[in-house]
């Protein structure tokens, strides 16, 4: 089972940016050298479940994304991306779950908010606050790339929020039903493994 430790890198910014600065942490190998940890570094260690596909990302807020396979009989593949946007930055937990339910409607284009399932729990000591919802994808990208909005029935989405003392991840995992279904447990896995290390 490959292993990823998540390492954050915060950084002072030498001029003021309207969006605000940080480096967003890169992912290493646990056998690759770690660099000394210092008052603004930590880890956040996740470990990726056997079959799931790592891609480059493919924007600098996005620490780590993955390709998991299609189940059968579905068209497509589902994707799972990690980001990070530094301390205090990303929004609040409560903001970013109504963005994420936003972005799935229900049959007839009403809102998902009723049918959404949210849960809360500590995992090795971090806060997980998780959203379970289905419908059609009607969104885009968080931490935008400009993708073009989507119509896509028959979709499921995981998404969460994991709170270190180095700032909020934000996952999400979206895909048709069945697919993401097919990796519900590979999901669970993965958020449970979370560990940060300072």
Do not use: H
């Amino acid at each position: 089972m490959p292993e990823f430790n998540i390492r954050i890198n915060v950084l002072l910014c030498a001029a003021a940016l309207s969006i605000g600065c940080s480096t967003p942490p890169t992912v290493v190998s646990k056998n690759e050298p770690q660099t000394a940890a210092s008052s603004t570094r930590g880890d956040l260690k996740l470990k990726a479940p056997d079959g799931w596909i790592s891609e480059r990302p493919t924007s600098n807020m996005r620490v780590s994304q993955y390709q998991l396979p299609a189940a059968e009989g579905d068209s497509e593949p589902a994707s799972l991306v990690v980001y990070y946007f530094g301390a205090g930055q990303g929004g609040s937990v409560d903001a970013n779950l109504d963005r994420w339910i936003g972005q799935m409607q229900s049959p007839g284009g009403g809102s998902s908010k009723d049918k959404a399932k949210t849960d809360t729990t500590t995992v090795n000591g971090l806060k997980v606050t998780l959203l379970d919802v289905s419908g059609t994808y009607a969104g885009g990208d968080m931490g935008g790339g400009g993708g073009s909005a989507q119509s896509k029935p028959n979709f499921r989405m995981r998404a969460g929020v994991i709170e270190t003392p180095k700032g909020a991840y934000f996952i999400k995992l979206i895909g048709p039903e069945k697919t993401v279904a097919r990796w519900d447990q590979g999901f669970q896995d993965f958020i449970k493994s979370a560990e940060f290390k300072s």
